[in-house]
């Protein structure tokens, strides 16, 4: 440590600490000359830059900056040598984690579901607009960049799912699966952890929902039309935009939205029912898509419809006015504004019921727009339910045998 600058130097990484990180440091009366450097690397996150468009190619985020709950931020610096670097591109990495638990119950009033599971932390697509994207800093990684680069499997979540559908105390209702990160994302096509889950829903006939942007759920009709009739299982695919360029630059990972209409077309044919998500409308960007999105999904074989508004919830907010910048920033000024008009001045409110969908004016007008399209498609607002009355644990190894 450089005393009379006051700067922290790590010359073998060449980072340095911002100010801020030398007043916390000073706040909380630490030597910082004579903490080790394994400490230093250790507690500090991953560098609070902008990542080069090369390294990070195929990516939403702009950045890796550090989650809200690091006490410490890292920025690069110039080393002083005037050496070439080539450039790393940013590979996907995945780790495993073994939960002890598997479901989430969530008492939101404003949601349909109550409970949920997640068989991957972190989402490969991309979407630089995901509502996910902060779950990420409780993890010590980057809302950005490690969101998408930096996964976490489990795969335990099938057996741990079994273990909780037996306990004695569960009581039966639908599963959300999809609602936190995306289940049918590139890395399931290798660890099919999905599919073993939706195959030990359907040996107990538990009902679940699924909602995702990957066509890799084409793989799993089998089982899906399976559950489909007995009614146990649902589908919602969601469509934010209509235009290949847009998807390529706001959602890089997923499949482009021709790829998606053929996938609600054959879950239909499969028999599953499908809702089409017009989820986030982008207001400035693709709110003027909506009645196009429904007229396809319809055409396609989707027999029910949801929209959502765009949401930006802590550090989701920098990564997506990053993204305008970068990408549209002519743009960017009506699609600020429109928001805070919608959420009292504000990026974004959590408030129950305002949250999905904000209020005054401009989102009175896109509901009023949506609904007019929708009853005109003959699409439905909500899809019946699906049946509870059927579960029922299968036999395993061990079990008494029953006499009649």
């Given at each position: 440590m450089d005393l009379s600058s006051g700067q922290l130097l790590d010359s073998d990484i060449g980072t340095r600490a911002t100010d801020e990180t030398r007043r916390r440091a000073f706040e909380f009366n630490l030597s910082v000359a004579h903490v080790p450097y394994?400490?230093?690397?250790?507690?500090?996150?991953?560098?609070?830059?902008?990542?080069?468009?090369?390294?990070?190619?195929?990516?939403g985020a702009n950045s890796a900056d550090s989650g809200r709950y690091e006490r410490f931020r890292r920025v690069d610096d110039d080393d002083g040598w005037d050496i070439p670097e080539?450039?790393?591109?940013?590979?996907?990495?995945?780790s495993e984690e073994r939960p002890r638990s598997l479901i989430n119950y969530v008492t939101s009033p404003d949601l349909s579901f109550d409970r949920t599971i997640?068989?991957?932390?972190?989402?490969e697509h991309g979407c630089i607009y995901c509502f996910a994207r902060p779950s990420h800093a409780w993890l010590g990684m980057s809302p950005g960049l490690d969101f998408e680069t930096k996964l976490i499997a489990r795969p335990d979540a099938p057996k741990v799912l079994a273990r909780e559908l037996r306990?004695?105390?569960?009581?039966?209702?639908?599963?959300?699966?999809?609602?936190?990160?995306?289940?049918y994302q590139p890395v399931e096509r290798d660890r099919q952890l999905m599919r073993a889950c939706l195959d030990t829903l359907r040996a107990f006939r538990h009902p679940v929902v699924i909602a995702t942007k990957g066509s890799l759920i084409e793989r799993d009709l089998d089982i899906l039309s399976d559950m489909a009739a007995q009614n146990l299982v649902r589908v919602g695919i969601s469509i934010t935009t209509l235009d290949p360029v847009l998807n390529r630059r706001m959602e890089p990972r997923i499949p482009s939205p021709a790829r998606r209409l053929a996938t609600i077309r054959r879950l239909t044919e499969a028999g599953v029912p499908v809702r089409v998500m017009v989820s986030p409308i982008v207001p400035g960007l693709t709110d003027p898509e909506l009645?196009?999105?429904?007229?396809?999904?319809?055409?396609?074989?989707?027999?029910a419809a949801t929209w959502a508004m765009l949401r930006l919830p802590l550090e989701v907010a920098p990564l997506w006015e990053d993204?305008?910048?970068?990408?549209?920033?002519?743009?960017k000024h009506r699609v600020m504004s429109k928001l805070r008009e919608m959420h009292g001045d504000k990026t974004y409110d959590a408030q129950w019921f305002k949250r999905l969908r904000g209020r005054g004016p401009y989102a009175d007008l896109i509901a009023l727009r949506f609904t007019k399209a929708r009853r005109r498609l003959g699409l439905l607002q909500t899809m019946p339910d699906l049946?509870?009355?059927a579960f029922a644990p299968p036999p395993q190894d061990g079990d008494q045998l029953c006499l009649f």
């Amino acid at each position: 440590m450089d005393l009379s600058s006051g700067q922290l130097l790590d010359s073998d990484i060449g980072t340095r600490a911002t100010d801020e990180t030398r007043r916390r440091a000073f706040e909380f009366n630490l030597s910082v000359a004579h903490v080790p450097y394994l400490f230093y690397a250790l507690c500090m996150t991953r560098p609070e830059r902008q990542i080069t468009p090369d390294a990070r190619k195929g990516r939403g985020a702009n950045s890796a900056d550090s989650g809200r709950y690091e006490r410490f931020r890292r920025v690069d610096d110039d080393d002083g040598w005037d050496i070439p670097e080539d450039t790393t591109v940013l590979r996907t990495e995945v780790s495993e984690e073994r939960p002890r638990s598997l479901i989430n119950y969530v008492t939101s009033p404003d949601l349909s579901f109550d409970r949920t599971i997640n068989p991957y932390r972190g989402c490969e697509h991309g979407c630089i607009y995901c509502f996910a994207r902060p779950s990420h800093a409780w993890l010590g990684m980057s809302p950005g960049l490690d969101f998408e680069t930096k996964l976490i499997a489990r795969p335990d979540a099938p057996k741990v799912l079994a273990r909780e559908l037996r306990a004695a105390r569960y009581r039966v209702a639908p599963i959300a699966i999809g609602t936190n990160t995306d289940p049918y994302q590139p890395v399931e096509r290798d660890r099919q952890l999905m599919r073993a889950c939706l195959d030990t829903l359907r040996a107990f006939r538990h009902p679940v929902v699924i909602a995702t942007k990957g066509s890799l759920i084409e793989r799993d009709l089998d089982i899906l039309s399976d559950m489909a009739a007995q009614n146990l299982v649902r589908v919602g695919i969601s469509i934010t935009t209509l235009d290949p360029v847009l998807n390529r630059r706001m959602e890089p990972r997923i499949p482009s939205p021709a790829r998606r209409l053929a996938t609600i077309r054959r879950l239909t044919e499969a028999g599953v029912p499908v809702r089409v998500m017009v989820s986030p409308i982008v207001p400035g960007l693709t709110d003027p898509e909506l009645e196009g999105i429904l007229t396809a999904a319809k055409d396609a074989g989707a027999v029910a419809a949801t929209w959502a508004m765009l949401r930006l919830p802590l550090e989701v907010a920098p990564l997506w006015e990053d993204w305008m910048d970068t990408h549209y920033p002519d743009r960017k000024h009506r699609v600020m504004s429109k928001l805070r008009e919608m959420h009292g001045d504000k990026t974004y409110d959590a408030q129950w019921f305002k949250r999905l969908r904000g209020r005054g004016p401009y989102a009175d007008l896109i509901a009023l727009r949506f609904t007019k399209a929708r009853r005109r498609l003959g699409l439905l607002q909500t899809m019946p339910d699906l049946d509870c009355s059927a579960f029922a644990p299968p036999p395993q190894d061990g079990d008494q045998l029953c006499l009649f």
